[in-house]
């Protein structure tokens, strides 16, 4: 359908923005839009969107809001709740998995995973679905109040609703800058009004007032357009001559609340216990106040005194306030007493149907410490976990730690909430949760929880709270303690991390000293891992097999010791062992809703798909993580997505520019070298490709995957004779390692050096299971064929060219096969391409 222009409806003072969003509107059936409206309390951010809603009425959409809650962030979803309530029965139009996954947070479906992306994915659907029957606007009110999973979706479809016809309008206090402050959306700020439209406003409301009066209105309120009604209103109501004088500098936000704490105490009691239930509550749901009021024995029709006061609006499913100040007034001046009682109210109507609410609202209605309503908490917690939201476990657990008795229970949930919030994606929460769970207890396994935590912060976000050598110490001082579990997991996450950001002199061999020493299992997955990536080339043959057993038989490993494997099979060269380990840490945080870990594993798996010779699937991989890793502030996966999408767009001749090095990670670092040297290789920039592919030498593991490219690019700039060390060095780990990968890179190594050229082609071809890289295959029989054309020997320089350009041709190499078509021409099999 096509509406038409709407009407720009008259509020004082908004002209400009009304205009906008009216445009925004006229242009949604060519393409939807997303904008942030930001205001001060009072400012008149609800009077513009109500606007807004109904010039879209007017034009044919349909109205879709939400407005967030101060103690909603607590539990979480609540926002998505109220924006889809009304849409929920379309559901059963998704697509299977999208469906079941909506209507399991809605608690009306089939139990599904929590698999955040395929819920955010739900939604989209859903809302298109709804936009391509009918335009749509969205309206989010205070942002700044929705609980993050919310928040994060609410991120995911204002980046996309251009394709839509879809209007998001988003408000939100200045103050408040992080909610959706990072998407890059354009921003209307609802600023104070001028004096003339101030002073147009009072008079449109009240066309009697006093000049004198007017003037007082106008002097306390400060352009704030809720202060100029209800001071206005106010003023009217004393009398046209009873101006008085207010103290002085009250703010106009205090003024505020004090009438409405006065309009509120002049209600009936029972009109007033109802109205604090409702500020009190989460939700602003009729059903669930009306449960507990029966609770307290109170009628709920005693709240058409406060609705008809002004203080409500209360609708066929709703009580609503009619400004958040309203309900912060009402429920910050009431006594501790009636607020107790509320909250145990709720909490009894809650218990059976909504039990992580009701512990929050034991929780607000607990004085001093109470293990029982701290474990209510953090089965909440736990709830939330289940669900994939960890932010709001993080909060119900921070929460249960003020009400835990005992310190220890205090630093094993303060551990909890640490990694919970390292799973939210939260890395300053995390630092803070860890070091008050350090501080709170000197229990060994808490301390070893809290640093394999750090660890796997340093991994996904690179802030850098793990060193390798502490991490050493402190496992060596477990072990002393007798806690050797605890200390193989500290001594090996020493190896790890030493993988990743470069090994110290002399650390290696502490580490694999303090290994042999620990009294567990040489085969205990965490040793073996440990070991590989310590010295791969030393260990391939007893860790090798095991490596690859642990990989086949998965189900009773954790998925942190599967992404272990992925590291160790990399280090070993063994790529689809790699894909294969990362592909499955990557669903089981998939299925967690550990967003962090997932796309930091997924950026690793890029990798791996890039050195399996998958381009395509390693550039839809990088290129599905890119975004979403930068939101997240996750440097580590940016980084090597990049370095994935630069390598495969150099190898099908895409304009490409791979990042330069300089992160503080070597394995990072040497992705990022490795990729810069491709992309100068198929440009014909010998001499930079050389110095490029030179500094992958910082990580063994990248170095080895370089090394055929290093022989090619040195062999054109004129530096043959400084790689042979290299390439000798190469051929050692190849033969240790046993990888196919690295024993035909080596190969085509030498041939590229001229040393014996028609062995070392020969060998590299004939490796088993050389096919399992028809991309490293191809290029050794290019390098062949033009070695066979010089020699004069055409009929094998054809056969080798001709299977070469297959190859390429199927995997859109196009430099590689344009060379290729030009070493066939001079062999006088085909024209080169034009």
């Not at 004096?195 to 066309?207: F, G, M, N, Q, S």
């Not at 990042?659 to 040297?677: H, I, K, M, Q």
């Amino acid at each position: 359908m096509n509406p038409a222009p709407a009407p720009v409806p008259e509020i004082v003072g908004r002209a400009e923005p009304l205009s906008r969003l009216a445009g925004m509107l006229d242009r949604a059936t060519t393409g939807g839009s997303a904008i942030l409206i930001s205001g001060e309390p009072g400012a008149g951010k609800t009077t513009f969107t109500g606007a807004v809603a109904r010039m879209a009425t007017g034009a044919g959409f349909q109205v879709l809001t939400c407005t967030g809650v101060e103690s909603e962030t607590e539990v979480g979803l609540a926002g998505l709740h109220e924006l889809l309530r009304v849409a929920i029965n379309r559901a059963g139009e998704l697509p299977p998995q999208h469906r079941d996954a909506l209507l399991s947070v809605f608690g009306i479906g089939p139990p599904a995973a929590p698999d955040r992306l395929l819920l955010t994915l739900a939604v989209y659907g859903l809302l298109t679905h709804l936009a391509d029957e009918q335009p749509l606007l969205l309206v989010v009110e205070d942002a700044h109040w929705m609980d993050e999973p919310t928040v994060n979706m609410i991120g995911f479809l204002a980046q996309r609703v251009t394709d839509t016809a879809i209007v998001m309008v988003v408000t939100r206090r200045p103050d408040d800058s992080e909610a959706l402050g990072t998407l890059g959306l354009d921003e209307i700020l609802i600023d104070r009004l001028t004096e003339p439209d101030a002073r147009t406003l009072v008079r449109h409301r009240h066309p009697a007032i006093r000049d004198h009066v007017l003037r007082q209105v106008l002097n306390e309120a400060d352009g704030n357009p809720l202060a100029l009604v209800e001071l206005s209103g106010e003023a009217m109501d004393r009398g046209h001559d009873e101006a008085t004088d207010p103290p002085v500098q009250v703010p106009v936000r205090a003024r505020l609340e004090s009438g409405y704490v006065a309009r509120f105490e002049a209600l009936s009691p029972q009109t007033q216990d109802l109205l604090l239930l409702a500020a009190a509550s989460s939700e602003t749901s009729l059903p669930e106040l009306t449960a507990a009021a029966k609770c307290l024995g109170l009628d709920m029709d005693a709240l058409t005194d406060a609705e008809d006061d002004g203080l409500v609006v209360i609708t066929a499913t709703d009580v609503s306030f009619r400004h958040p100040l309203i309900r912060s007034a009402i429920y910050q001046r009431a006594s501790l007493y009636r607020r107790i009682r509320v909250h145990r109210t709720l909490a009894q109507a809650l218990s059976d149907n909504d039990p992580p609410r009701a512990a929050w609202h034991r929780a607000a209605a607990t004085l001093g410490r109470d293990e029982a309503v701290a474990r209510d908490l953090e089965n909440a917690a736990r709830i939330g976990t289940s669900r994939g939201n960890h932010a709001a476990a993080m909060r119900a657990l921070e929460k249960a730690v003020h009400l835990t008795p005992a310190p220890g229970d205090q630093a094993r949930r303060l551990a909890l909430a640490a990694q919970a919030a390292r799973l939210a994606g939260l890395p300053e929460a995390t630092r803070r949760l860890s070091a008050l769970a350090a501080d709170t207890s000197a229990d060994p396994e808490t301390h070893g929880e809290l640093a394999m935590i750090r660890i796997a912060a340093d991994v996904t976000d690179g802030t850098r709270s793990s060193d390798p050598i502490d991490l050493l110490q402190q496992g060596l001082r477990t072990a002393r303690d007798g806690h050797a579990d605890i200390a193989v997991n500290l001594i090996a996450g020493a190896a790890v991390l030493g993988h990743s950001r470069g090994m110290p002199d002399g650390l290696q061999a502490r580490i694999e000293q303090a290994l042999a020493e620990l009294p567990v299992p040489e085969s205990d997955p965490r040793c073996v891992i440990a070991r590989t990536v310590l010295a791969p080339t030393s260990h391939a043959d007893t860790t090798g097999p095991l490596i690859r057993a642990f990989a086949l038989d998965d189900a009773n490993l954790s998925t942190w010791i599967i992404s272990g494997l992925a590291i160790a099979a990399e280090s070993l060269q063994d790529w689809p062992l790699a894909v294969r380990c990362w592909s499955a840490a990557a669903e089981r945080y998939r299925a967690s809703g550990a967003l962090s870990d997932l796309f930091t594993v997924r950026a690793r798996l890029s990798v791996a798909l890039l050195a399996h010779d998958r381009l395509g699937e390693a550039l839809r991989e990088a290129e599905a993580v890119a975004h979403s890793a930068t939101g997240m502030d996750l440097p580590s996966a940016v980084a090597f997505t990049a370095a994935v999408t630069a390598h495969v767009h150099a190898w099908q001749g895409r304009p490409a520019t791979a990042p330069e090095p300089g992160s503080d990670r070597v394995d990072v670092d040497a992705v990022l070298a490795w990729s810069a040297g491709i992309v100068a290789l198929t440009q014909g920039l010998l001499p930079q490709a050389y110095t490029a592919l030179c500094a992958t030498a910082g990580h063994p593991g990248t170095a080895l995957l370089a090394i055929a490219d290093l022989a090619e690019a040195a062999a054109g700039a004129g530096h043959a004779g400084d790689v042979r060390a290299a390439l000798a060095g190469a051929a050692r780990q190849a033969e240790s390692l046993g990888s196919p990968l690295a024993t035909m890179l080596v190969h085509r190594g030498y041939a590229l050096l001229g040393e014996n050229t028609d062995e070392h082609c020969l060998r590299a071809l004939r490796v088993p299971d050389a096919d399992l890289y028809p991309l490293q295959t191809a290029r050794t029989r290019l390098v062949y064929g033009e070695w066979l054309r010089r020699n004069g020997r055409i009929p094998e320089a054809r056969a080798e060219l001709t299977a070469a350009a297959t190859s390429f041709e199927q995997a859109g190499a196009r430099p590689w096969l344009a060379r290729t078509r030009i070493a066939l021409s001079a062999a006088g099999a085909i024209p080169p391409a034009s």
